[in-house]
């Protein structure tokens, strides 16, 4: 048995990773300050983890401190951060300061405490300005939005501490996760838990362009599989997880709305209509980039995969279709639920 620790461990990703921990057997220790995460995330068939969670940010230095001194981890699987691309860039000092510093923060309490290993969750947004396809994981394009930068900074200081100290520290750059317990609550959400979400309320959903664009989308087993392989590594390691295919938005939008029993057809808007709901981005005298916006909308993204196939034995094993399923029955007891409180 190993003695874990999850950061932002109420969110998507981390609530799943922690239950599959602790269903393995390991000594999980869950941390999030709920900025996004939400107690339903910590709530499985088989175990409850709400009262057991640290409600703590990781930058409180005197209860990391004494968290790790106490505890004596093996592995630090650092999730915690902004993640949604309109609030990195609406708040880049505070992105900044989560995801680059806390991620620092994070590194040196490894290094100080002598944990046997650290993963970390990037993003296949780095490769936002790639033109190659599929992206490899030593070719990345310099990013330009602040959500991949504060992300790819991080990598970098991932890098230089396995570098000077020997730690060994994995980064994972996701493709497009979806699954149960994805976000479908918030302002901006993923795109998945957006048309969920607007197809129960009876709303007619709003795709940007013309919906053709074509993504990698990895489901969220898959993703916590490999999360779990790459505990292998004993040294530095940049590792993609994706499928190494991709679907258009308006596949995903046909697959949601045949498994929720609807008819309605999506809008279509331009793509400045993208970040309508942070009308500050456009504000004068300095207004968001349209070259940029125009290409996060429309952007193609296909992540290779063929370094977790052949390093970690990793081959992502669901479809689409029984991810979406899954997705969907989840999403629509959530909706429901937070329909119920108000």
């Known amino acids: 048995m190993s003695k874990i620790l999850v950061t932002g461990a109420a969110g998507f990703i981390g609530s799943q ?3 599959r921990l602790w269903q393995d057997g390991e000594e999980v220790t869950l941390l999030d300050n709920f900025s996004y995460g939400s107690k339903d995330n910590l709530i499985f068939e088989d175990h409850d983890f709400r009262e057991e969670i640290c409600r703590k940010d990781i930058r409180d ?25 309109p609030d990195c860039q609406n708040m880049p000092v505070e992105a900044v300061d ?6 620092v923060i994070m590194l040196d309490l490894v290094r100080r405490y002598g944990a046997k290993q650290m993963i970390f969750a990037s993003t296949s947004a780095v490769y936002e300005n790639n033109t190659d396809f599929p992206s490899v994981e030593s070719k990345v394009e310099k990013p330009s939005l602040l959500y991949p930068s504060t992300k790819y900074t991080s990598e970098q200081f991932c890098k230089a501490f396995s570098d000077a100290y020997g730690i060994p520290v994995v980064v ?9 317990h994805i976000d479908c609550l918030r ?17 007619r959903p709003v795709l940007h362009s013309t919906g053709d664009q074509e993504r990698d989308f990895i489901y969220v087993d898959d ?14 390691d940049t590792v993609n997880v994706s499928t190494g295919r991709t679907v258009t938005i308006n596949e995903i939008y046909r697959v949601i709305k045949e498994q929720m029993g609807r008819d309605t057809d999506p809008e279509y808007a331009e793509v400045g209509h993208f970040w309508a709901n942070y009308p500050e981005l456009y504000a004068d005298p300095y207004p968001i980039s349209t070259e940029i916006m125009e290409r996060e909308v429309v952007k193609y993204t296909c992540l290779s995969n ?32 937070a329909e119920e409180k108000v």
């Open 17 to 19: 990773l922690s239950h």
């Open 61 to 85: 230095l005197d209860f990391m401190e004494k968290l790790f001194s106490e505890k004596h981890f093996d592995v630090v699987y650092h999730i915690a951060g902004i993640t949604p691309l």
């Open 98 to 103: 989560v995801n680059v510093r806390g991620t």
């Open 172 to 180: 994972l750059r996701f493709a497009n996760v979806f699954g149960p």
């Open 187 to 203: 302002t901006q959400p993923p795109v998945m838990g957006y048309i969920i979400r607007e197809l129960f309320r009876g709303n």
């Open 223 to 236: 993703l916590i599989d490999l999360a779990l392989k790459v505990r292998s590594a004993r040294s530095f």
């Open 306 to 337: 063929k370094h977790a196939q052949e390093e970690y034995g990793w081959k992502p094993k669901t479809s689409l279709e029984e991810g979406i399923k899954n997705t969907v029955e989840f999403s629509c007891r959530v909706l429901k639920k």
